[in-house]
């Protein structure tokens, strides 16, 4: 070994620096900013603009911005302080009022430790959901049982909580709540179709699931949110008329299934076919052949894009404004109604944005991961 | 022949022998129709019921169902319309028909414009420039984790946010912005123009004639007569010359503040502005994605052999590399112009008269809640397929075709 080592450093070339040109800051920069005059140019325009704008914003947002006000006497005159830098700098002071209302809505608010405690179960529930070491069979029950541990915080009404009425939730649960019993119920129902829509022995139930999926893609999101709140109390029957909360969660499910079908499907078309004719060559039925063979397969190949689809469908449930459902975003354009507040919808307007964009850009981070790793495995 | 026929490949396939259907469970074809009959019976006594029911409450809510209220006056002004349209003497049916039109003055222009940023946009991530790819990657990352609808109400904020029209901000002395909108000059139109608009057309196809010809002598003799300055000569010319012989009027109807408001011009409104801008951002973002991915989809070697041939960058990304680009484009690009079509119908949040706010109003007035929903999902239906048709067709068209 020790010879080996000696051998080769004997015979190994005295390595030359690079000339100086070719490395450092500055030959990057030459590179990748400054490499054709059109490149400068484009360099420096951009650069301009950027420091511009990057400083009329640090200015706005953190020099000339109100962080806190004293409380008035008048409660409408709170906002003096705020409105003598209207335009010039942010005014903080807002959020540090509104936040409990932005994040939970009306809920009691001596028991807002509730739905904050609800929020926190939903993004636990979705990084277990994310490690792969939970990818099995227990990962179901823990999605039943979170599920209805944040029923009963919200709900309340046992164990010493008081009962809370749905039409008082709102704020960030409602919107977790819609996008995440709008996937648990949607997945399954799109695994379903797109097998439906896979057969070959079952015409008519394909000419169904081919009938639900596009009439249900072909149309916005808000048509049918309409449909839940104008027309489904007239399909009921007289006297059962259930809450608009559950009305809209139904229209998503069955949105949300039909995007998820289509996934679904690219993934069981993806399978190569000797999947199939090997299954049925062991004598397998049917449902051991799907539930054993072609499922776990199908379903690992699609999920990144179905975590793909589920951004979708979190960014979607802010559609439920225009029905009046109190989500995040119907309890900030609230928040900026209030009179004390009027003419601060900008600064609630970015924190919206970053609170979603938070969730969003994790669920995408994760997305792409996934992608890469299974890409790898793949291109072994 | 003979070979053909020994040759046990090409022998037609042994069928399985036929069996006759038999009334047994253990016969999947039996099985099959069993099950879907049952399949079948349920969702008709779930549509049955619920047909039942709504007929039920229609009874007790007095409610007259069919599409006959369509001809009864309606009372809904609406702000910005395309045909003459008078609220209390026009039909209910003429109400929806602006809708539609406005729908389709946003999804239109909506998607010409998110596919020209868009592809800047997603060429820009592939710059060699490290600022001008990382802004771009960022731009891309932030508005598509924001929910459109929340852009929308954001950019509607922004353009209500303006001064009012005594302080309007102007560019020039011909563009006013301000809260009342955006105040542009509009050309007096007269018969000149559409005689010039008219030679355009024609311009058009004398150009495509021109192409055809160029490209069957470049088959014939491997020469191929230029096509640009003929293309150019003619569809500029063509109008000019049209427009001068008619005595070349030009006259500009110019916005000019008259006491407390505008006079003359044409108005982009701020709900307009707001859903235009807000749509076209937002999907710009996912169109950058496509036209990305569909440019890397495209192997190194392609630009390498180009290259080798001799062609020149441009060259390269016309005749080699976009052709190919664009079998992986177009499909997510279909679905993307079908989101932004379905996405305008979230101009009911911010107040613009689109399909959606003007039935969601007519159904308000009139009660007639099944037949207002078929209606809006009709005109999507119908919108939604249309495009789908036209992009497939072109997909075919620019499609490998296969051996």
Avoid at chain 2, 307 to 332: D, K, N
Wanted: aromatic share 12%; with cysteine.
């Amino acid at each position: 070994m020790a010879s080996q080592t000696a051998v080769l450093g004997a015979s190994a070339p005295v390595r030359e620096q690079p000339p100086a040109s070719l490395v450092g800051p500055w030959a990057w920069a030459r590179r990748n900013l400054f490499g054709s005059w059109w490149s400068s140019a484009v360099t420096i325009l951009l650069g301009y603009l950027l420091v511009r704008w990057a400083w009329g914003f640090f200015s706005w947002a953190v020099l000339h911005a109100v962080w806190s006000v004293p409380v008035a006497a008048n409660p409408l005159e709170t906002a003096i302080p705020c409105r003598q830098v209207q335009g010039v700098g942010a005014c903080w002071a807002v959020i540090g009022d509104k936040w409990r209302f932005i994040l939970f809505g009306s809920y009691p608010y001596n028991m807002q430790w509730r739905p904050a405690l609800a929020v926190l179960l939903f993004i636990g529930l979705y990084a277990v959901s994310a490690n792969r070491k939970f990818w099995r069979k227990e990962l179901l029950y823990i999605w039943i049982v979170t599920l209805a541990v944040i029923a009963l915080l919200m709900w309340g009404g046992v164990l010493g909580m008081d009962y809370v009425a749905q039409d008082q939730w709102g704020g960030l649960p409602i919107t977790l709540i819609l996008a995440t019993f709008g996937l648990a119920f949607a997945f399954p129902l799109a695994v379903v179709v797109a097998l439906g829509r896979r057969s070959t022995q079952l015409p008519a139930v394909k000419v169904l699931c081919v009938g639900y999926v596009e009439l249900i893609r072909g149309v916005p999101l808000i048509s049918l949110l309409f449909m839940a709140s104008v027309m489904f109390p007239l399909f009921m029957p007289e006297g059962l008329n259930p809450d608009k909360l559950l009305r809209a969660q139904v229209a998503i499910i069955l949105f949300a299934g039909a995007y998820l079908a289509e996934v679904v499907r690219g993934g069981l078309q993806s399978l190569p076919k000797g999947q199939y004719e090997a299954a049925d060559a062991l004598g397998l039925s049917y449902w051991q052949k799907t539930l054993k063979i072609i499922l776990p397969q199908a379903l690992r190949i699609v999920i990144p894009p179905l975590v793909n689809t589920f951004i979708g469908f979190f960014k979607d449930t802010s559609l439920v404004l225009i029905i009046g459902i109190f989500d995040l975003l119907t309890a900030g354009k609230v928040a900026m109604a209030d009179p004390v507040w009027t003419g601060f919808s900008t600064e609630i307007y970015l924190v919206l944005a970053a609170i979603y964009f938070a969730f969003c850009y994790a669920m995408s981070r994760y997305s792409r991961g996934l992608e890469r790793q299974f890409g790898r495995a793949r291109n072994r | 022949m003979s070979a053909s026929a020994t040759d046990p490949r090409l022998a037609p396939t042994r069928q399985a022998p036929r069996r006759k259907l038999q009334l047994s469970w253990s016969d999947p074809r039996f099985r099959n129709i069993v099950w879907q009959a049952i399949v079948l019976a349920v969702i008709a006594a779930i549509l049955w019921y619920l047909v039942g029911n709504t007929r039920r409450n229609l009874e007790l809510r007095h409610i007259a169902t069919g599409f006959g209220f369509l001809e009864s006056s309606s009372g809904i002004p609406i702000g910005e319309t395309v045909v003459p349209y008078t609220p209390g003497s026009s039909t209910y049916l003429r109400a929806l028909i602006e809708g539609v039109l406005n729908t389709l003055k946003v999804a239109v222009v909506g998607v010409v414009l998110a596919t020209v940023l868009g592809t800047i946009i997603g060429v820009g991530r592939l710059s060699p420039n490290w600022l001008l790819a990382r802004l771009t990657a960022i731009y891309v990352e932030v508005l598509r984790d924001i929910p459109v609808l929340l852009q929308l109400l954001f950019w509607y904020v922004l353009l209500q946010g303006l001064p009012a029209p005594r302080q309007s901000i102007r560019i020039g002395d011909a563009v006013f912005l301000s809260n009342r909108g955006i105040k542009i000059p509009l050309l007096v139109w007269e018969p000149a123009h559409t005689w010039a608009l008219l030679g355009f057309v024609v311009a058009i196809v004398l150009t495509v004639l021109w192409a055809r010809r160029a490209k069957r002598l470049q088959d014939l003799t491997g020469q191929k007569p230029l096509v640009w300055p003929v293309a150019l000569g003619l569809l500029i010319g063509l109008p000019v010359l049209v427009w001068a012989v008619l005595g070349a009027p030009f006259t500009l109807d110019l916005p000019a503040l008259k006491g407390f408001n505008f006079q003359g011009g044409g108005t982009i409104t701020p709900e307009y502005g707001a859903l235009l801008t807000g749509l076209v951002i937002y999907t710009s973002s996912y169109i950058a994605e496509i036209v990305r991915s569909g440019i890397q989809a495209v192997a190194q070697g392609q630009w390498e052999a180009a290259q080798a041939l001799g062609l020149h960058r441009g060259r390269t990304l016309r005749l080699v590399v976009l052709p190919q680009a664009l079998r992986v484009i177009i499909p997510p690009m279909t679905s993307q112009y079908l989101n932004l079509t379905k996405n305008s119908s979230l101009a009911v949040a911010i107040g613009y008269q689109d399909i959606v706010s003007i039935a969601s109003t007519i159904l308000n007035q009139t009660g007639q809640a099944i037949e207002g929903i078929a209606i809006i999902m009709a005109v999507y239906l119908t919108i939604s397929l249309s495009i789908s048709v036209f992009m497939n067709w072109y997909n075919a068209r620019i499609a490998l075709v296969g051996r």
